[in-house]
C-alpha cells in the first residue's frame, strides 16, 4: 500500500473515531467502494453522510447504526433495485434519506418500515415507476422525485402525505385525479415534463390543497391556465400563502 493510501486510511479511522463524540460522520468524496471497519460500533451516531463515492450497494451495516437520523449516499454507483440491504429498516429513527444522483431503479416494500421519515430526495436516478412504498410513510413531508423516467403516476398517489413534491424533468404526458387527493399537499413541482393542459386534471386547481404549482416547460402556456375551471380557487390558495410568507 502506498503512502497516500496509508493517510487515507489514517483520515478515515481518525474521522470514525472523533463521530464517537460528535455524532457526526463524514466521509464524502473519499473514493471509498465500501465502507469502513467499525462502523458497528456507533451507537450514538445522528448523521452518516457517505456521498460522492463508489459504493455499489448499501452494505448490512448499515442497520447497526440505530441512532441515525440522516443517511446521504448520494453519488454513488447504487444501480437497479437490489442494492438496499433489509437491515436498512432498524433505522427507526431515520428522518432525512439522500440517495440522488445514482442510478437506482426501485426501492424494496421494506421501506415501509422507515417511518420517522420526513425528507426522501431521489433526483437524478432510473425510476421509471413511482414507488408506492413511500405512501405508507406517515410523516413524509417532502419528497424530491425529479430528474426520473416517471411516465405515469399510480392511483395510490391520494395516500401520500407530504407537503411538497418535485416531479420536475421527469416524462408524465397525464396526471391523475388522485394527486387532487394528497391530504397535505401545498407545493407541486411538474416543470419540464410532457404534460399539456389536457393531462391537468382542474380538480389540482378546484378541490386541492396546492398552493404553488410550478407546471413550466410543459406542452402549453402558462396562461392557458386561467382557462380551467378552479383557476380562481388556485389564486386564492396561491395568494394567501404569499401573504403568510410577509
Not at 447504526?65 to 429498516?89: H, T
Not at 406517515?138 to 416517471?150: F, G, K, Q, T
Amino acid at each position: 500500500m502506498g503512502a497516500a493510501g496509508s493517510t487515507d486510511n489514517s483520515r478515515i479511522s481518525q474521522a470514525v473515531d472523533t463521530s464517537k463524540k460528535t455524532g457526526v460522520l463524514s466521509l464524502q468524496g473519499r473514493q471509498l467502494k465500501e465502507l469502513p471497519a467499525g462502523l458497528s460500533s456507533l451507537k450514538s451516531l445522528r448523521t452518516f453522510d457517505v456521498s460522492d463515492n463508489r459504493l455499489p450497494v448499501v452494505p448490512p451495516v448499515i442497520g447497526q447504526l440505530i441512532a441515525l437520523k440522516s443517511l446521504n449516499v448520494s453519488s454513488n454507483r447504487l444501480s437497479g433495485s437490489s442494492v438496499f440491504p433489509e437491515e436498512i429498516c432498524c433505522l427507526a429513527k431515520l428522518e432525512t434519506f439522500v440517495c440522488s444522483h445514482n442510478n437506482i431503479s426501485s426501492l424494496p416494500p421494506f421501506f415501509s418500515q422507515l417511518v420517522a421519515l420526513k425528507t426522501v430526495s431521489l433526483n437524478h436516478n432510473n425510476i421509471t415507476a413511482f414507488p408506492t412504498v413511500l405512501c405508507q410513510l406517515p410523516h413524509l413531508d417532502a419528497l424530491d422525485i425529479s430528474s426520473n423516467r416517471l411516465t405515469a403516476l399510480p392511483t395510490e398517489i391520494s395516500d401520500l402525505k407530504v407537503i411538497e413534491i418535485n416531479l420536475n424533468r421527469n416524462r408524465l404526458a397525464l396526471l391523475p385525479v388522485h394527486l387532487a387527493r394528497c391530504p397535505r399537499l401545498k407545493v407541486l413541482r411538474l416543470e419540464e415534463n410532457c404534460l399539456s393542459l389536457q393531462g391537468l386534471p382542474v380538480e389540482i386547481l378546484s378541490e386541492s390543497e396546492v398552493s404553488t404549482l410550478a407546471i413550466e416547460g410543459n406542452l402549453f402556456q402558462i396562461k392557458d391556465l386561467r382557462q380551467l375551471d378552479g383557476y380562481d380557487k388556485y389564486m386564492e390558495r396561491y395568494t394567501a400563502s404569499k401573504k403568510k410568507m410577509i
